[in-house]
């Protein structure tokens, strides 16, 4: 819309005023018409007053008269001192009336002519008064149905605070009449659909063409009043702190920002740093109407929005009230000038409801991470966190009181312990058997090379290469001692490479056979990784499969007794249970839960040996799984350490416990050398009668079951580091798929009733 230095035809007049008062006079209420007759006894006195104004000493010469006509128009209710208000020649910055406040804030002349803020976008100001011509018109002649108010928004600086305030401008044109210099032409059709199709005024098509503005007459006053503004939707970026580390994240972000603009981990603290340096003077909103390169080097950080296609903004900054950054607010646009500030006062009003909602949601993001924590990290779990909870607003109450007080230490006293592990069978042994593949099958391509750079040269070296290769490989298929292997990796990663570079200079038909040698090499290790790597993938598929199982089935062990659990992963997967009165205050502890979890274990174990040994199939390298159980009845203590962040037992007694615990996974049956863990089968280390018995009696059952079958074998075991008098358990688990199948259904159930 073409908008630039419009002329419009209006004078102020009070007879559009006067004419309400005439009809009010005749028609409106019994108390009001004595007022309003009052009113059009004492103008009716100064005809000047009846008719258009163009002589500014009318207006002086009768101020106190005009005062008592403004009182029909702005109520008691409105406040001279504080509110803002007052009435305009149509289409003209010329104030006739306003109130105290409004001439000390926007009058800044002696003809009392409005400063606006936003003066410097003339257009944005010169398109609203064609907007507001055009609505009349349609109105005043057409009686298309359009209200008498129309609102724009502009910003002000505040002479209390001298902040930028930004308020809504409510226009009411109810008394100013339009006329027409000669006949009326009809409403075109364009005009009249566009308008019925929901057209905002200036797009209604050829409205400039239908109506030239020479010809229309605008008479009266325009009556404005600032108000609030409402608020509005927008983007946001938040700036996250989780202990202590800056997060710029997209979880609370309604923005699209592409990935590829994202910063990198690495600059997040130095992207952070820069938008605070541009808002450290001012920490208000910045309109932005286009971005050019005089804006990216004072706003470095939108070089990024630039690059995404936006050429127009308004940034506003969130702090704290320790005026730290929490966030900004950021409306984008891919056209230039498509933001004016009342765009910004609709934004700003909404910012505190932004500051708490980045405060809250970063009180969420603490509770998500520390979550994670526990679930990964951590052995803060469900059933114990009351304690920390307990601990820590003991700690708060006490620091708030001002005392010297330090975090109470989070003990369990009289808990039972449960321990199981499914261990990788002769893991070690397989692991240094893959590396010795692997080595062998590079130092025999290394020979090779060599070999054929022989036959093309009489290099001395190659001979002594060859010497060292045929050495090492004799060692490799022999007993590889440490000091051995180390030296043969250096060789390998530092001789054999270098004189592979130089031979490919000076013998270029080896080339290709060179590439396919430092190919097979290029792998994390930097050597050849054939063998290792299936070891390594078979490992962890069976330690991925174990552990999600036993987290799957700790579920449904949490709902016998709600306890303490941690499993750790390393060639296998062990656990451990905590239970007792003390983890679970609220709930009375009997033994019958302690027996259910005893069953769970050898039940669960089971299950585990019977899930590794259908892996088989599925493994590169076939490794198989032994099963041990440690029963302990007597109860122990427990303490959190704070350093390693886990529990451990507490008190010289039950250290024996755990001495007993890292010392079986390999014991020997007494005055043999067979261990008692095997393949295939469930071994139970105890050193009291009563435990073996009460085992024994759930082996029976699960041998009912299906899940356990053959004799139970008893042994008496080795003595250990500090431990002697150690006997043992073992039974046979039942790999047959059918009856395994059918028993799980059957020993779930058995436990859970």
Not at 340 to 350: D, F, N, R
Not at 424 to 429: D, G, L
Not at 697 to 710: A, K, M, P, V, W
Request: hydrophobic letters at 40%.
């Amino acid at each position: 819309m073409e908008c630039n230095s419009t002329k419009f035809n209006s004078v102020f007049s009070f007879r559009p005023l006067i004419n309400t008062w005439k009809e009010l006079a005749q028609n409106g209420r019994e108390g009001s018409r004595q007022l309003y007759r009052e009113l059009l006894d004492k103008v009716s006195q100064v005809p000047e007053l009846m008719l258009p104004i163009v002589d500014e000493n009318v207006i002086e010469n009768n101020r106190n008269l005009i005062e008592q006509m403004m009182a029909t128009i702005f109520p008691v209710t409105l406040s001279d001192k504080e509110d803002i208000y007052g009435t305009l020649i149509p289409f003209k910055m010329k104030v006739i009336y306003g109130s105290e406040r409004f001439r000390k804030l926007f009058l800044g002349s002696a003809d009392n002519r409005i400063i606006m803020p936003d003066i410097h976008n003339p257009n944005s100001l010169e398109k609203e008064k064609l907007i507001g011509a055009y609505q009349l018109i349609l109105s005043r002649l057409y009686n298309v149905p359009i209200p008498d108010i129309m609102t724009t928004v502009h910003s002000y600086s505040c002479p209390d605070t001298t902040l930028d305030r930004y308020m809504e401008l409510e226009i009411d044109t109810r008394f100013v009449n339009v006329t027409y210099k000669g006949d009326l032409p009809p409403l075109s059709a364009d005009c009249l659909n566009g308008w019925m199709n929901g057209y905002e005024i200036p797009d209604i098509p050829g409205i400039q063409q239908a109506f030239n503005l020479e010809n229309f007459e605008f008479e009266g006053m325009v009556i404005f009043n600032l108000v609030s503004v409402p608020g509005a939707q927008t983007a946001i970026k938040p700036f996250y702190r989780v202990n202590d580390h800056l997060v710029i994240s997209e979880l609370y972000s309604n923005s699209t920002v592409p990935h590829e603009v994202l910063p990198s981990p690495e600059k997040v603290n130095d992207l952070y740093n820069v938008v605070v340096e541009a808002f450290k003077d001012s920490q208000g909103p910045r309109l932005i109407p286009y971005i050019d390169e005089a804006l990216i080097k004072k706003y470095p950080f939108m070089d990024a929005v630039i690059r995404m296609g936006y050429k127009s903004a308004i940034m506003c900054p969130l702090f704290t009230s320790s005026k730290v950054m929490i966030g900004m607010v950021m409306v984008m646009s891919e056209k230039e000038n498509q933001f004016t500030w009342k765009h910004v006062a609709k934004l700003e009003p909404a910012i505190p409801l932004f500051k708490l909602a980045l405060e809250k949601t970063q009180q969420d993001l603490d509770h998500q991470v520390d979550r994670v924590i526990k679930d990964q990290f951590t052995a803060v779990q469900d059933a114990v966190e009351w304690r920390f909870t307990e601990t820590a607003l003991n700690y708060l109450i006490s620091k708030h009181r001002g005392e010297q007080t330090k975090i109470d230490p989070i003990t369990f006293n009289h808990v039972y312990p449960l321990y199981g592990a499914i261990d990788i069978r002769n893991s070690s042994v397989e692991r240094n058997l893959a590396i010795q593949q692997d080595m062998l099958e590079q130092l025999r391509l290394a020979q090779n090379i060599i070999k054929l750079a022989k036959q093309q040269t009489s290099f001395p070296l190659l001979d002594e290469i060859l010497f060292k290769l045929k050495k090492y490989i004799h060692a490799v298929n022999n007993i590889l001692f440490a000091d051995e292997e180390i030296a043969i990796h250096h060789f390998l990663k530092n001789e054999i490479v270098n004189m592979f570079t130089h031979i490919q200079s000076i013998i270029p038909s080896l080339d290709s056979e060179i590439k396919v040698y430092l190919s097979a090499i290029d792998s994390p290790v930097e050597m050849l990784y054939n063998h290792r790597k299936s070891y390594e993938e078979s490992i962890t598929t069976i330690n991925n499969e174990v552990a999600r199982f036993i987290d799957e089935e700790q579920k449904a062990a949490q709902k016998i007794f709600p306890h303490y659990f941690e499993r750790f992963v390393t060639d296998g997967v062990d656990f451990n249970i905590y239970i007792g009165q003390s983890i679970t205050p609220e709930k009375k502890f009997d033994f019958f839960y302690l027996k259910n979890l005893k069953i769970w274990q050898l039940n669960t174990l089971a299950k585990a040996a019977i899930l590794t040994n259908k892996l088989q199939k599925k493994l590169k390298v076939p490794l198989q799984t032994s099963q041990l159980i440690l029963a302990h009845s007597q109860p122990i203590s427990i303490s959190f350490r704070t350093a390693e962040r886990k529990f451990d037992v507490d008190g010289a007694y039950n250290i024996r416990y755990e001495i007993i615990k890292k010392r079986i996974d390999k014991v020997h049956i007494k005055d043999t050398n067979e261990r008692l863990t095997q393949p295939g089968m469930l071994a139970i280390v105890y050193s009291q009668t009563h435990e073996a018995n009460e085992y024994l009696e759930y082996i029976d059952f699960l041998q009912s079951q299906g899940l356990l079958t053959g004799e139970v074998e008893k042994f008496d075991l080795e003595d250990l580091q500090g431990v002697s008098g150690m006997r043992g358990l073992r039974v046979g688990i039942n790999f047959n798929d059918d009856l395994a199948e059918n028993q799980q259904s059957r020993t779930a159930s058995s436990i859970s009733n």
